[in-house]
């Protein structure tokens, strides 16, 4: 009776807390954590490609290896509905909440409040030396600390909170969970009844997390319902385990991103560079100018309507100021800014949202003008590659590669895409391929197509500039990171 007042108690607390919200919408509905037709908003943390997939609108896990995929972002004061079944006897697996964002070295699972589901032969198969089978209760939605998180269990079975009442669904069958979290506090209410619960987490803000533990299982209505924040501070804010102290990542940057840049509108970028991009299904960014006279040579650089072509193909236009010059005043500064995005307008394409600095000078007393116009980030030079909870993203390192440091290091290419490590990016800078009137900082076509053929034989992830704001919060970096 104890531990049902208490169930009731906290179901009280949540419902009069969401009506006094009432006025706010967003916290009376539930969102979709899992929109039943990609991976969408999910970051897998240490399991293999194939383990999570897409099927009939459900979300299937393999099982296999033992580890977990977590949302983007973390959560604070929720109640979690999600629907589960097993498709093997005596399956494994759970949801975690309020969990940390990387699983420690040495260990599969992460620190975090798990929920259990289990499949209901689990016991039979798990007999403990002396014979005896563990309690049933085991497999009906157990809640616990893992990883070493403190918690105080509604029903003890040693640190582990045991539901009152056995309520799950075997193999094949569908159970549904609603998972009450708030202020350090979780009720799980298992197929239509509270039965468990835990109190006093020294963590109530963290990751959403689904485990994948030796057996499929699938899931599918995966919805949340956010309800209003409490006093949480950093002590009882779960880490998001990236080295990222500002909490400028939105997710861990993977090993071999490379973004793929081009400076000056060369004509070669539209009639070679898109079309072998386009082959090899890469992303791209073309940073645009006029240059000076020279621009009206067509046989030399783009036009606005091959410009827009590559706009049409999905790559990134990017600004790269109108006539190129070096530093400017502010006022000149801005005018050239906005004239190329003056003709991205009028042609019809996107508005730039990365710029290019002229000469990879970087002027930072120009950052203003750029972040009040829209810019995310902007390439600089440096021959590193970009760290983006060191860098500010207005001066992204990138490295140059052409014949010029070509003849001073026939590996220059090979040697800095090595450097595409987990946690930094590496940047590259093209000009033209071939580059006719500065043939010096051209690249040869035959040359650039073995480049791309190895980025694609070795896997690795080929992206543009722009594409590198789902990895990074930009605004987030430009001001914790101020030159």
Same mark, same amino acid.
């Given at each position: 009776?104890?531990?049902?007042?208490?169930? *009731?108690?906290?179901?009280?607390?949540? !419902? *009069?807390?969401?009506?006094?919200?009432?006025?706010?919408?967003?916290?009376?509905?539930? =969102?979709?954590?899992?929109?039943?037709?990609? @991976?969408?908003?999910?970051?897998?943390?240490?399991?293999?490609?194939?383990?999570?997939?897409?099927?009939?609108?459900?979300?299937?896990?393999?099982?296999?290896?033992?580890?977990?995929?977590?949302?983007?972002?973390?959560?604070?004061?929720?109640?979690?509905?999600?629907?589960?079944?097993?498709?093997?006897?005596?399956?494994?697996?759970?949801?975690?909440?309020?969990?940390?964002?990387?699983?420690?070295?040495?260990?599969? !699972?992460?620190?975090?409040?798990?929920?259990?589901? !289990?499949?209901?032969?689990?016991?039979?198969?798990?007999?403990?030396?002396?014979?005896?089978?563990?309690?049933?209760?085991?497999?009906?939605?157990?809640?616990?600390?893992?990883?070493?998180?403190?918690?105080?269990?509604?029903?003890?079975?040693?640190?582990?909170? $045991? =539901?009152?009442?056995?309520?799950?669904?075997?193999?094949?069958?569908?159970?549904?969970?609603?998972?009450?979290?708030?202020?350090?506090?979780?009720?799980?209410?298992?197929?239509?009844?509270?039965?468990?619960?835990?109190?006093?987490?020294?963590?109530?803000?963290?990751?959403?997390?689904?485990?994948?533990?030796?057996?499929?299982?699938?899931?599918?209505?995966?919805?949340?319902?956010?309800? %209003?924040?409490?006093?949480?501070?950093?002590?009882?804010?779960?880490?998001?385990?990236?080295?990222?102290?500002?909490?400028? @990542? *939105?997710?861990?940057?993977?090993?071999?991103?490379?973004?793929?840049?081009?400076?000056?509108?060369?004509?070669?970028?539209?009639?070679?560079?898109?079309?072998? @991009?386009?082959?090899?299904?890469?992303?791209?960014?073309?940073?645009?100018?006029?240059?000076?006279?020279?621009?009206?040579?067509?046989?030399?650089?783009?036009?606005?309507?091959?410009? $827009?072509?590559?706009?049409d193909m999905g790559f990134e236009i990017g600004n790269h100021t109108l006539l190129h010059w070096g530093p400017k005043n502010p006022q000149e500064f801005t005018r050239q800014t906005a004239?190329?995005?003056?003709?991205?307008?009028?042609?019809?394409?996107?508005?730039?949202?990365?710029?290019?600095?002229?000469?990879?000078?970087?002027?930072?007393?120009?950052?203003?003008?750029?972040?009040?116009?829209?810019?995310?980030?902007?390439?600089?030079?440096?021959?590193? %590659?970009?760290?983006?909870?060191?860098?500010?993203?207005?001066?992204?390192?990138?490295?140059?590669?052409?014949?010029?440091?070509?003849?001073?290091?026939?590996?220059?290419?090979?040697?800095?895409?090595?450097?595409?490590?987990?946690?930094?990016?590496?940047? !590259?800078?093209?000009?033209?391929?071939?580059?006719?009137?500065? %043939?010096?900082?051209?690249?040869?076509?035959?040359?650039?197509?073995?480049?791309?053929?190895?980025?694609?034989?070795?896997?690795?992830?080929?992206? =543009?500039?722009?594409?590198?704001?789902?990895?990074?919060?930009?605004?987030?970096?430009?001001?914790? @990171?101020?030159?």
């Amino acid at each position: 009776m104890k531990n049902q007042a208490k169930v *009731l108690t906290c179901v009280t607390i949540v !419902l *009069l807390c969401v009506g006094s919200w009432a006025p706010a919408a967003e916290f009376l509905q539930f =969102s979709s954590l899992f929109n039943g037709k990609d @991976l969408s908003g999910w970051v897998n943390v240490n399991t293999a490609e194939d383990t999570w997939s897409v099927r009939d609108g459900m979300l299937v896990c393999s099982g296999h290896p033992i580890g977990v995929m977590r949302t983007e972002k973390q959560y604070e004061n929720f109640i979690l509905h999600i629907e589960w079944r097993h498709m093997e006897a005596g399956g494994n697996s759970g949801v975690f909440v309020w969990s940390e964002g990387t699983v420690p070295e040495g260990r599969r !699972l992460p620190k975090g409040v798990e929920v259990q589901m !289990l499949e209901l032969d689990w016991v039979n198969r798990h007999k403990r030396q002396d014979g005896t089978l563990p309690p049933i209760a085991y497999v009906h939605g157990e809640v616990f600390g893992a990883g070493g998180l403190k918690t105080v269990p509604d029903n003890p079975r040693g640190s582990r909170s $045991k =539901s009152i009442e056995n309520r799950c669904k075997g193999k094949g069958q569908w159970n549904t969970y609603l998972v009450v979290c708030v202020d350090g506090v979780i009720k799980l209410s298992v197929n239509g009844k509270f039965v468990n619960g835990i109190s006093k987490a020294a963590i109530k803000k963290g990751y959403i997390c689904l485990e994948s533990e030796g057996a499929e299982i699938h899931f599918r209505n995966i919805r949340i319902m956010e309800l %209003p924040p409490g006093i949480t501070g950093p002590e009882s804010t779960a880490g998001r385990g990236l080295g990222d102290p500002n909490e400028i @990542l *939105l997710k861990p940057i993977p090993d071999k991103m490379v973004v793929l840049t081009f400076d000056d509108a060369c004509l070669s970028h539209a009639t070679f560079v898109g079309p072998l @991009l386009k082959k090899y299904g890469f992303g791209g960014t073309f940073y645009i100018t006029e240059f000076t006279e020279t621009f009206t040579d067509k046989t030399l650089y783009m036009t606005w309507e091959q410009i $827009k072509s590559l706009d049409d193909m999905g790559f990134e236009i990017g600004n790269h100021t109108l006539l190129h010059w070096g530093p400017k005043n502010p006022q000149e500064f801005t005018r050239q800014t906005a004239a190329i995005e003056d003709h991205c307008l009028t042609n019809k394409i996107a508005k730039p949202t990365t710029f290019c600095w002229p000469f990879c000078h970087v002027e930072w007393d120009k950052l203003p003008i750029l972040t009040q116009r829209g810019y995310l980030f902007a390439r600089g030079g440096h021959n590193r %590659p970009y760290k983006p909870i060191v860098d500010n993203p207005f001066d992204t390192p990138a490295f140059q590669i052409d014949v010029s440091t070509e003849k001073n290091n026939r590996n220059v290419f090979y040697d800095a895409v090595n450097q595409a490590t987990a946690g930094q990016i590496v940047i !590259l800078m093209f000009h033209g391929v071939p580059d006719l009137e500065h %043939p010096t900082v051209g690249t040869e076509p035959a040359r650039f197509e073995e480049y791309l053929k190895y980025l694609k034989d070795n896997e690795y992830s080929v992206i =543009s500039m722009r594409d590198m704001a789902k990895h990074i919060d930009p605004v987030k970096a430009a001001k914790q @990171l101020a030159n």
